[in-house]
């Protein structure tokens, strides 16, 4: 049982870190769970409570970070809500376009958003690219939490050797 727990965690884990990347797949909460998992088949021994409990906060920062990254960057451009409406809409959309729509997505839907509102090409590109910014900007964020979670993994590994 205890090499399905640990087989189930690496598991968890290596899908997670695809869906860091990836928007349509839950990254860090599964590597939350991968690292539970393995917790778990170690009887909390190597992997104690307060280890999860920073890795659950990893998890949930990073997570949010993804989500409002690009809020951030649409309002600090002085965006509309109909904009901040559109990027999240162009991000859902664009997540069944592949890798081009989850990047161009965000950014058309503001731009569109914008656009819609004040009729102002130059303001709505303007609107398009802070978002996009912010998008990529909490995509790096949420891959340095995932890196955070895996470093502290091999850390607590490591340390049990001894």
């Known amino acids: ?67 409002v990254a690009g809020m951030l960057g649409a309002k600090f451009s002085g965006a509309s809500k109909q904009a901040v409406w559109g990027a999240l809409i162009g991000g859902i959309v664009g997540a069944f376009f592949s890798i081009p729509g989850l990047l161009l997505g965000p950014l058309i839907g503001a731009a569109i958003g914008e656009w819609w509102v004040r009729q102002d090409l130059l303001k709505a590109g303007k609107v398009g690219l802070s978002t996009f910014i912010g998008f990529i900007l909490g995509v790096v964020a949420k891959v340095g939490c995932a890196l955070a979670i895996v470093m502290t993994l091999a850390v607590m590994g490591i340390v049990s050797l001894f």
């Open 1 to 67: 049982m205890t090499t399905l727990l640990i087989i189930g965690g690496l598991i968890c884990l290596l899908i997670g870190l695809l869906g860091t990347v990836y928007p349509a797949i839950p990254g860090l909460g599964l590597m939350f769970a991968g690292s539970w998992l393995l917790a778990y088949a170690g009887d909390y021994q190597v992997i104690g409570t307060g280890t999860l409990i920073a890795l659950a906060v990893f998890a949930v920062v990073g997570t949010a970070m993804d989500y």
